[in-house]
C-alpha cells in the first residue's frame, strides 16, 4: 500500500519529454493499482503487522485489514481470555504508519458472541478502547472504517 507521497514519488520519476521505459511507466501504474484495490492483510495476535494488542497476554485478536487511498476497513473479533470483565480500557494500537489514524475519533458498535447488547467501541488517537463492557472469555465481532493521515 502506498501514501499519497509515494504515489507522487512516482509519478515524478516519469521523465518528462524523454523516453520512459515500460518498467517506469508499469511501476508508476502499479502503485496507482495498488493503492485504489488494497489487499486484504490479516493481523492477530500473533502476527502484529500493523496492530498490537495492549495485555497481549490476555487479549486475543483476528481482524482483516483492507486501505484503498485514506481509507482503512477494519473486520474481525476481540476476545477477552481473562475471567474477569473489561470496560474502558485499550484493546489495540495501531501502530504502522501509513495506518495512522487521522485526528477524527470515532465509536462504533460491536456484535456480542451470545448475543445480549452490542458493545460500544471508540477509535481514536490510534488506539481502539472499549467502551462498554465484555465478560469474560467473551468474543466480540465488528466491522469499522477510518482514515488516515496521508
Avoid: H
Wanted: aromatic share 8%.
Amino acid at each position: 500500500m502506498s501514501t499519497k507521497l509515494d504515489i507522487t514519488n512516482s509519478i515524478n520519476t516519469i521523465d518528462d519529454g524523454g523516453l520512459n521505459t515500460a518498467l517506469e511507466v508499469r511501476t508508476t501504474l502499479n502503485t496507482l493499482k495498488d493503492n485504489a484495490y488494497g489487499s486484504v492483510i490479516n493481523d492477530t495476535q500473533a502476527t502484529t503487522n500493523i496492530l498490537t494488542a495492549d495485555n497481549a497476554t490476555n487479549r486475543q485478536y483476528n481482524i482483516n485489514i483492507v486501505k484503498q487511498g485514506r481509507k482503512v476497513l477494519l473486520i474481525g473479533f476481540l476476545k477477552n481470555n481473562t475471567a474477569s470483565m473489561i470496560s474502558g480500557e485499550v484493546f489495540l494500537t495501531i501502530n504502522a504508519g501509513e495506518y495512522t489514524q487521522d485526528s477524527n475519533v470515532i465509536t462504533f458498535y460491536a456484535k456480542k458472541q451470545f448475543g445480549g447488547s452490542n458493545v460500544r467501541c471508540s477509535l481514536g488517537a490510534n488506539t481502539l478502547t472499549l467502551i462498554d463492557t465484555i465478560g469474560a472469555n467473551e468474543t466480540i465481532f465488528f466491522e469499522t472504517t477510518y482514515f488516515t493521515q496521508n
